[in-house]
């Protein structure tokens, strides 16, 4: 079972994540910032098979939060996930560390297989 982290601010698609994916297999964690999810990687020591996040949030966003987190943990796999196509751009300075972008709203199958490849990258 892999486990993933979902760092998102909107508790709908939190929620809506966080079952489809459970429903799916995999062991779910959820975050409701950059800062709650950055805490939660390091206090799992970065043991996530990968961290889902959204780009745009309040207090850390997912770009800043993906920073630190590959700066502490190189080999932790992120997926972000954004409804702002400028937010898109910025995420592809973090090429090599975020495995893609999924736009949003996405549907459940689209989520699925979105971390479903960013598991087999």
Same mark, same amino acid.
């Given at each position: 079972m892999t486990k993933v982290l979902i760092v998102e601010d909107d508790f709908s698609v939190r929620t809506f994540t966080a079952r489809a994916l459970a429903a799916a297999g995999? =062991?779910? =964690?959820? $975050? =409701?910032?950059?800062?709650d999810g950055l805490k939660k990687i390091q206090e $799992?020591?970065?043991?996530?098979?990968l961290v889902l996040s959204d780009i745009r949030m309040p $207090?850390?966003?997912?770009i800043e939060m993906a920073r630190a987190a590959a700066a502490s943990f190189p080999g932790l796999r992120l997926l972000l996930m954004t409804g702002f196509a400028d937010q898109r751009e910025r995420a592809a300075e973090l090429d090599g560390t975020v495995k893609g972008v999924i736009n949003k709203p996405f549907t459940l $199958? =689209?989520?699925r297989e979105r971390v479903h490849r960013a598991l087999a990258a």
């Open positions: 995999h =062991e779910v =964690e959820t $975050a =409701e910032d950059g800062l $799992a020591d970065g043991a996530f098979d $207090a850390m966003d997912g $199958a =689209e989520i």
